[in-house]
């Protein structure tokens, strides 16, 4: 049997699990008839060119957790920003952890997905918000199916959520070949703020897919601040598919920090529904020996009076593989707006492979847009310099990588993940000169 019909056939056999008829058991049934149309991507599409999920999507892959497995604090203290007091939703193997968590109702809702589901006061967000702007691919319907927990996170009008919160997925490796399906919603209404920090983290070498969809509702004026970290194990696969519509005057940021993994995906898609909208997209990725990493974004300029701004850094190592698929699409209504996309890289082996394509798809005529690629080896004048000036090669080159991305970290809005940030740099290139200041 192969893994697509497995899928199909757990669906029919389990259905009845997750929820009682109603508007998301509609919702779950349209997503699995369009899962079994498309399937999984391939590299036939345009999308999926340069990322094959061929090695991963074996038959073995289990679809539920057999068993429920706990950590210890002690254990997974090291991933939690800890610097400072946070919101948590932590899930084990899929399963959430009351432990780990701190959530909250204290006039916002931060709490697990399930619940939100589930309960009869949470409806009507769930039929004005749940699986309305993720697409009917492959992947996200999977996800839209199979899914049986995640974050919820509601933030009403005018309230700013006084500390970042926590969303942290971890794989205990007490079953190889899992595949899981977190799903999260976010709603931030009209003048509101919230800052999120979103983590997979692997804490065996045994192999593990995660197929994560999430959904972020930007209102009118709110702003969002969303930070993801991947660094995990050699073993650990990430298909990580965002989707974020914004209203008028609305701030949305997401940073996209790829440390590690065997292979990692990052679909990234903003939608502009309301003029004056501001998206913003950075990410670093610092990757060696054969790991993988793709960012797929899009900006769909639907509003006029709008901005977005991308500027993605790469640097890859012995036979790392990196892809940037980056895409502007503006409509004919959307007049007057400004759109910026640059995606540069550092090759410092021979054998790393970069793919970069990015795109603009313009049907506005009074627009400003750009877009821009580049592909390199570190200065040999700059690294000369510091060598003749005392600085050992491998510091000399660690300080040309950071300098390289260090506009990217300028703009994160919390200092101790900032901080937290500078010492996995420092980590990955193993070094150790002041990152940590």
Not at 414 to 435: C, D, W
Request: contains cysteine; aromatic residues 10%; glycine residues 4%.
């Amino acid at each position: 049997m192969e893994l697509k019909e497995k899928f199909i056939s757990s669906f029919l056999a389990v259905d009845d699990f997750i929820d009682s008829p109603g508007p998301i058991y509609d919702i779950r049934n349209a997503a699995i008839k369009s899962f079994e149309e498309k399937g999984f991507p391939t590299k036939k599409s345009e999308a999926w060119k340069y990322t094959s999920l061929k090695s991963l999507l074996k038959t073995e892959l289990s679809i539920f957790p057999k068993q429920e497995n706990a950590v210890e604090l002690k254990d997974v203290r090291k991933y939690f920003l800890h610097d400072i007091d946070t919101y948590k939703v932590v899930f084990v193997d899929g399963k959430y952890s009351s432990f780990l968590s701190q959530t909250t109702h204290d006039g916002v809702d931060i709490c697990l997905l399930s619940a939100a589901l589930s309960k009869e006061k949470y409806l009507p967000v769930i039929e004005n918000y749940f699986n309305k702007i993720a697409p009917d691919d492959g992947m996200s319907s999977l996800n839209t199916a199979f899914a049986r927990e995640g974050a919820y996170l509601y933030i009403p009008k005018h309230k700013e959520v006084e500390k970042p919160v926590e969303i942290i997925n971890f794989y205990t490796g007490a079953e190889t070949d899992l595949m899981l399906q977190p799903r999260n919603l976010i709603v931030v209404e009209e003048n509101a703020q919230v800052q999120i920090i979103e983590r997979h983290q692997s804490l065996s070498s045994n192999a593990v897919l995660t197929n994560s969809v999430t959904e972020i509702f930007v209102g009118p004026r709110a702003h969002v601040d969303y930070y993801k970290i991947q660094n995990d194990q050699k073993e650990a696969s990430l298909i990580d598919s965002t989707y974020i519509k914004q209203e008028r005057d609305s701030i949305a940021c997401v940073h996209t920090f790829s440390f590690g993994g065997k292979l990692t995906r990052n679909n990234l898609n903003f939608y502009q529904h309301g003029e004056h909208a501001s998206s913003i997209m950075n990410g670093i990725t610092l990757i060696e020996d054969a790991q993988h990493v793709d960012h797929n974004t899009l900006v769909h300029h639907i509003a006029p009076n709008c901005t977005s701004h991308q500027d993605y850094k790469g640097v890859f190592d012995d036979r790392a593989v990196g892809v940037f698929n980056g895409k502007i699409y503006v409509e004919k209504e959307a007049q007057k707006l400004d759109a910026f996309q640059q995606n540069n890289n550092i090759l410092i082996s021979d054998k790393a492979t970069i793919n970069s394509k990015p795109q603009l798809e313009i049907f506005a005529d009074d627009v400003k847009c750009s877009h821009g690629c580049t592909i390199g080896q570190l200065d040999q004048e700059a690294l000369f310099y510091m060598r003749a000036r005392g600085i050992a090669e491998k510091e000399a080159k660690a300080l040309l990588m950071y300098a390289f991305a260090n506009n990217v970290l300028e703009s994160v809005r919390i200092p101790e993940l900032k901080k937290r940030i500078n010492k996995l740099i420092a980590h990955k290139m193993n070094v150790q000169i002041g990152f940590d200041l």
